[in-house]
Structures are given as C-alpha cells and as structure tokens.
Nanobody, 122 residues
Framework: QVQLVESGGGLVQPGGSLRLSCAASGRGFSSYAMGWLRQARGKEREFVAA????????YYADSVKGRFTISRDNAKGMVYLRMKELKREDTATYYC???????????????WGQGTVVTVSS
C-alpha cells in the first residue's frame, strides 16, 4: 500500500508558474505508475498527467500539454508536477494518485493523496 501527500499548491497569477510535489511512503512506490488529477469546483475529477513506473513514458491531457511537466524521483519517493503559463481554468484541487499501470482515467487509480489547492487569479 502507498500513502501519498501533496504539497506546493497556492495562489498564483495568470501566466505564472508553480510546482506541486507528492511524497510517497509505503511499499512498492517505484513499481507504481503515478498520476496527477484535478477537480474544479462543481466539476468531475479529470486526468492531468501520468508517468510510468520508471519515468520512461509520460502522458498529458490536451489542456495542459506543453505547459505542465510530470516527473518522478524513485530514490526519494517523490513525484512532481511543474506547471507554467497557468490559466484561470487551471484552478482546482490537484491530487496525486498511484496505479498499477499508467492510465488516463481517474477511476482507475488505486491510491490517492488528500489534494492540494491551486488558485489562478489576479
């Protein structure tokens, strides 16, 4: 079982940048694919980005492609989401999640963190 804790959220102006971090603990982290998903108020949870267990393959939602970068450091048990050129529509609670295989569907993830809030506003 994997425990996940996100950090790094906050208030940022449109066009700004932010880096989210996810600290993983528990057995087998390095064997899990990891993902970032988000949920805006009044909307369903949606896929943002995913990375394979060894970091060799990444996936992105079309809405963030070219602006967001997912990465991981298995030695440190960390997953990151670097976000740039942020838009108001990126405002949401961002969740880190683990899955047996890299997936782009929110309901396929097995373990979830508690979320960190990102607000893009001037």
């Amino acid at each position: 079982q994997v425990q996940l804790v996100e950090s790094g959220g906050g208030l940022v102006q449109p066009g700004g940048s932010l880096r989210l971090s996810c600290a993983a603990s528990g057995r087998g982290f390095s064997s899990y694919a990891m993902g970032w998903l988000r949920q805006a108020r009044g909307k369903e949870r949606e896929f943002v980005a995913a990375i394979s267990y060894n970091g060799g393959t990444t996936y992105y939602a079309d809405s963030v492609k070219g602006r967001f970068t997912i990465s991981r450091d298995n030695a440190k048990g960390m997953v990151y989401l670097r976000m740039k050129e942020l838009k108001r529509e990126d405002t949401a609670t961002y969740y880190c999640a683990a899955s047996v295989v890299a997936v782009t569907t929110a309901d396929k993830y097995d373990y979830w963190g508690q979320g960190t809030v990102v607000t893009v506003s001037s």
